[in-house]
């Protein structure tokens, strides 16, 4: 029995350095995390408005494909306990920060 390649395999893509800092000035990580934070809530907004639109497309009978509200609403609600959920270990680590002792 003999085996025969399907394809060539490729590889990896290197990955970049992780720190945003360079030998000569601060990090700027804080500004970063800040700015995802902020992008977080806006596409959660985005996706809360989505459904909402469908919702009210779906009570007038204007909405043709039920399912479409239905996958827009499951990702509103995934998307709003991810952003608490966060929110909630942030402020555990908040906390737990402010306990310890210096």
Do not use: C, W
């Not at 700027?28 to 902020?38: E, I, K, L, P, Q």
């Amino acid at each position: 029995m003999t085996v025969t390649a399907v394809g060539a395999v490729n590889a990896l893509p290197a990955l970049a350095p992780i720190s945003t800092s360079d030998a000569t000035g601060p990090s700027t990580s804080g500004a970063d995390f800040g700015a995802m934070v902020a992008q977080g809530l806006q596409r959660l907004q985005q996706v809360q408005q989505t459904a909402d639109d469908l919702a009210v497309q779906a009570a007038t009978g204007r909405l043709t494909d039920v399912h479409d509200y239905m996958i827009a609403a499951t990702e509103a609600s995934l998307a709003t306990n991810l952003t608490v959920a966060v929110r909630n270990k942030a402020l555990e680590s908040f906390n737990e920060i402010m306990r310890m002792q210096a």
